[in-house]
């Protein structure tokens, strides 16, 4: 006998997964419509620096650690190498302008004096034997002229008496002819024997000169190898303080190698460090102010070095006017250098948020403070206390001022 099977009403556990699938597309659908989208923290108010927008005059410096160095460092290079034989100053001693400092001690340059003065006595000695011979090269053409004049004259007589006698037919014409060729033959020979000793004495000249001229070459030669032997005594340029030696005795040291330096104390500049971001900014001629005691000393930037090492580079600065008390070489003084004009510009404090924005976001607050949302920005001109805002934001805003690292890549913050 078959039994009639009734059907099961209500909530069976077959139904559950479809209720909730449903209700997860409707919350789904809810949050699409109605929920708030951004990406949002939560943070503690006492871990915030919140800081004021405001519109103020903007002083535009840079704060700078400056270090007091010697108006002008001159380096010890000896011009002659050699051995240390004596050191005559110490380091941090007060030197005099030509004060010995090293005294060096070169064999080889000894021997190159000795070598010298030897060749110069050979070429006097050379010139002096030169001189005699020539001195009785002279006297030899001059006995020869004069014999020869002595000759021409006894032939013109003669020729002169036989002409009479030929006149007077009391001679032969080939006597006659024989005393005046002979007369004529005399006089030819007197004349290239004049010409002879003429050119003879220009070339006597000449060569006397030239060795004259070499002799006086390698008098110089001596006198500049003497000198070089004075250059082993390494004297002071300037007056000033001896402020670094690095020489031992017995160190053998070559021509040109620095050895140490001379610090000139007649007065001081300021050496400073400035980050690369100011290096199109800074220039020769800006004013800068640094405060000690109750005193404002100036200085004006004298040099501004191209190098940029480990994203810094280098100034010279030198005082405008009165010098601090008992200033020494190595102190540190805190500088403010300025770099333009004051004015007035929208400003925030300078904070912790630069290094992870860049200046180029930062959060703002809304009007009751507890929430703060992301918005782009743009910084111009910075010093050591505000960032002059260029876009973005208005005065009276309060924004964060404080770090990011925590909650960077939020677009809004609930502040508790």
Same mark, same amino acid.
């Not at 001195?135 to 002169?160: H, I, P, S, Y």
């Not at 070339?203 to 000169?209: G, I, K």
């Not at 303080?241 to 040291?253: A, F, K, R, S, T």
């Given at each position: 006998?078959?039994?009639?099977?009734?059907?099961?009403?209500?909530?069976?556990?077959?139904?559950?997964?479809?209720?909730?699938?449903?209700?997860?597309?409707?919350?789904?659908?809810?949050?699409?419509?109605?929920?708030?989208?951004?990406?949002?923290?939560?943070?503690?108010?006492?871990?915030?620096?919140?800081?004021?927008?405001?519109?103020?005059?903007?002083?535009?410096?840079?704060?700078?650690?400056?270090?007091?160095?010697?108006?002008?460092?001159?380096?010890?290079?000896?011009?002659?190498?050699?051995?240390?034989?004596?050191?005559?100053?110490?380091?941090?001693?007060?030197?005099?302008?030509?004060?010995?400092?090293?005294?060096?001690?070169?064999?080889?340059?000894?021997?190159?004096?000795?070598?010298?003065?030897?060749?110069?006595?050979?070429?006097?000695?050379?010139?002096?034997?030169?001189?005699?011979?020539?001195?009785?090269?002279?006297?030899?053409?001059?006995?020869?002229?004069?014999?020869?004049?002595?000759?021409?004259?006894?032939?013109?007589?003669?020729?002169?008496?036989?002409?009479?006698?030929?006149?007077?037919?009391?001679?032969?014409?080939?006597?006659?002819?024989?005393?005046?060729?002979?007369?004529?033959?005399?006089?030819?020979?007197?004349?290239?024997?004049?010409?002879?000793?003429?050119?003879?004495?220009?070339?006597?000249?000449?060569?006397?000169?030239?060795?004259?001229?070499?002799?006086?070459?390698?008098?110089?030669?001596?006198?500049?190898?003497?000198?070089?032997?004075?250059?082993?005594?390494?004297?002071?340029?300037?007056?000033?303080?001896?402020?670094?030696?690095?020489?031992?005795? @017995? #160190?053998? =040291?070559?021509?040109?190698? *620095?050895? %140490?330096?001379?610090?000139?104390?007649? +007065?001081?500049? $300021?050496?400073?460090?400035?980050?690369?971001?100011?290096?199109?900014?800074?220039?020769?001629?800006?004013?800068?102010?640094?405060?000690?005691?109750?005193?404002?000393?100036?200085?004006?930037?004298?040099?501004?070095?191209?190098?940029?090492?480990?994203?810094?580079?280098?100034?010279?600065?030198?005082?405008?006017?009165?010098?601090?008390?008992?200033?020494?070489?190595?102190?540190?003084?805190?500088?403010?250098?300025?770099?333009?004009?004051?004015?007035?510009?929208?400003?925030?404090?300078?904070?912790?948020?630069?290094?992870?924005?860049? @200046? #180029?976001? =930062?959060?703002?607050?809304? *009007?009751? %403070?507890?929430?703060?949302?992301?918005? +782009?920005?743009? $910084?111009?001109?910075?010093?050591?206390?505000?960032?002059?805002?260029?876009?973005?934001?208005?005065?009276?805003?309060?924004?964060?001022?404080?770090?990011?690292?925590?909650?960077?890549?939020?677009?809004?913050?609930?502040?508790?």
């Amino acid at each position: 006998m078959d039994r009639k099977i009734e059907k099961k009403r209500g909530l069976q556990s077959k139904h559950v997964p479809y209720i909730v699938g449903g209700g997860l597309l409707v919350a789904l659908i809810g949050w699409m419509v109605f929920g708030d989208h951004s990406t949002t923290v939560r943070v503690a108010s006492d871990g915030l620096t919140i800081s004021k927008v405001t519109n103020e005059e903007f002083k535009d410096y840079v704060r700078l650690n400056g270090t007091v160095v010697p108006i002008q460092v001159v380096q010890i290079s000896p011009e002659e190498g050699g051995i240390v034989m004596e050191k005559v100053a110490e380091e941090g001693s007060t030197v005099k302008k030509g004060d010995v400092i090293v005294r060096l001690s070169n064999s080889n340059l000894d021997l190159q004096i000795l070598n010298a003065e030897a060749e110069l006595a050979e070429k006097q000695n050379l010139l002096r034997n030169t001189q005699v011979a020539m001195q009785q090269d002279k006297l030899n053409n001059e006995t020869e002229a004069a014999t020869l004049g002595m000759d021409v004259e006894r032939k013109r007589r003669a020729f002169e008496q036989n002409q009479r006698l030929y006149n007077e037919k009391l001679i032969s014409r080939e006597t006659y002819l024989q005393a005046k060729e002979d007369y004529e033959l005399a006089q030819r020979k007197q004349e290239l024997i004049g010409e002879r000793l003429k050119k003879d004495d220009q070339y006597r000249s000449l060569q006397m000169d030239q060795m004259e001229d070499n002799l006086a070459n390698m008098r110089r030669n001596v006198l500049l190898v003497r000198e070089r032997k004075q250059k082993l005594e390494v004297r002071s340029a300037i007056d000033g303080e001896l402020g670094l030696l690095d020489v031992e005795l @017995g #160190q053998n =040291i070559t021509a040109g190698q *620095k050895i %140490g330096q001379i610090n000139d104390l007649s +007065d001081f500049k $300021i050496q400073a460090e400035i980050d690369e971001h100011y290096i199109d900014r800074v220039r020769q001629g800006l004013q800068a102010t640094f405060t000690r005691g109750d005193k404002t000393y100036q200085l004006a930037v004298r040099k501004v070095y191209p190098e940029v090492r480990q994203g810094r580079f280098r100034t010279d600065l030198v005082f405008r006017g009165e010098r601090p008390d008992n200033i020494r070489s190595g102190q540190t003084y805190y500088l403010n250098l300025e770099l333009g004009q004051s004015e007035q510009a929208i400003l925030i404090p300078r904070g912790a948020f630069f290094q992870t924005t860049g @200046g #180029q976001w =930062i959060f703002v607050l809304d *009007k009751d %403070g507890s929430r703060a949302y992301r918005r +782009d920005i743009r $910084i111009g001109r910075q010093n050591p206390q505000h960032y002059e805002v260029l876009e973005g934001l208005e005065p009276g805003e309060q924004v964060i001022t404080s770090g990011y690292e925590a909650f960077k890549d939020y677009e809004t913050l609930k502040i508790r």
